[in-house]
């Protein structure tokens, strides 16, 4: 039984990393010649928001850190500061997962909001201090407001389809702390 329960955890584990790779393969793809007119959504962090905030133990800090820095670099991003963004809202969202269990979804939304705001003006903070070039701020709030639009479709696409539920008091899984 135990070994099931550790088995489940590390499929969930290598699920959320290829969907991971899946997203930065899509967004690498040259489907179009021009410049898009809009910023997209950051599927990744909608994601690992989604399962951290449901099932923290699926995506453990090691995992974001390395994913998100992998990212920074094959997107061509200042390295390391988005993947430490990234991981800072993700245990900021981690610590707050018991909290938001019994709450409604629009609570856990607004928590997920609040930590993108917050990432991304402390993203363009940083960016300004150091004097490195950033995108137009319009073109970081159309991807912050992307990301908060697309955040409900992608929970509820990570419940129906790959079962990344919200731990209720009636679970026989022990929540354990994974590191």
Same mark, same amino acid.
């Given at each position: 039984?135990? #070994?099931?329960?550790?088995?489940?955890?590390?499929?969930?584990?290598?699920?959320?990393?290829?969907?991971?790779?899946?997203?930065?393969?899509?967004?690498?793809?040259?489907?179009? %010649?021009?410049?898009?007119?809009?910023?997209?959504?950051?599927?990744?962090?909608?994601?690992?928001?989604?399962?951290?905030?449901?099932?923290?133990?699926?995506?453990?800090?090691?995992?974001?850190?390395?994913?998100?820095?992998?990212?920074?670099?094959?997107?061509?991003?200042?390295?390391? *500061?988005?993947?430490?963004? %990234?991981? &800072?809202?993700?245990?900021? +969202?981690?610590?707050?997962?018991?909290? *938001?269990?019994?709450?409604?979804?629009?609570? #856990?939304?607004?928590?997920?909001?609040?930590? +993108?705001?917050?990432? $991304?003006?402390?993203?363009?903070?940083?960016? %300004?201090?150091? &004097?490195?070039?950033?995108?137009?701020?319009?073109?970081? *709030?159309?991807?912050?407001?992307?990301?908060?639009?697309?955040?409900?479709?992608?929970?509820?696409?990570?419940?129906?389809?790959?079962?990344?539920?919200?731990?209720?008091?009636?679970?026989? $899984?022990? #929540?354990?702390?994974?590191?």
């Amino acid at each position: 039984m135990a #070994e099931t329960g550790t088995l489940h955890l590390w499929l969930m584990r290598a699920l959320f990393a290829a969907l991971a790779g899946a997203l930065v393969f899509a967004r690498l793809l040259p489907l179009d %010649t021009l410049p898009p007119g809009w910023a997209g959504p950051d599927l990744f962090l909608a994601l690992t928001f989604a399962w951290a905030v449901r099932r923290p133990e699926y995506v453990p800090p090691l995992l974001v850190a390395g994913l998100a820095l992998a990212m920074d670099l094959l997107l061509q991003r200042p390295p390391g *500061l988005w993947a430490a963004l %990234t991981l &800072i809202g993700c245990e900021t +969202l981690r610590r707050r997962a018991p909290a *938001l269990r019994d709450l409604t979804f629009v609570a #856990e939304w607004a928590a997920v909001a609040g930590t +993108l705001v917050a990432m $991304t003006l402390a993203c363009r903070l940083v960016l %300004t201090v150091l &004097i490195v070039d950033q995108a137009p701020l319009g073109l970081s *709030l159309m991807q912050l407001l992307s990301t908060l639009v697309a955040y409900p479709l992608v929970a509820a696409l990570s419940h129906l389809f790959f079962g990344v539920r919200k731990r209720v008091p009636g679970d026989l $899984t022990p #929540e354990r702390h994974v590191p």
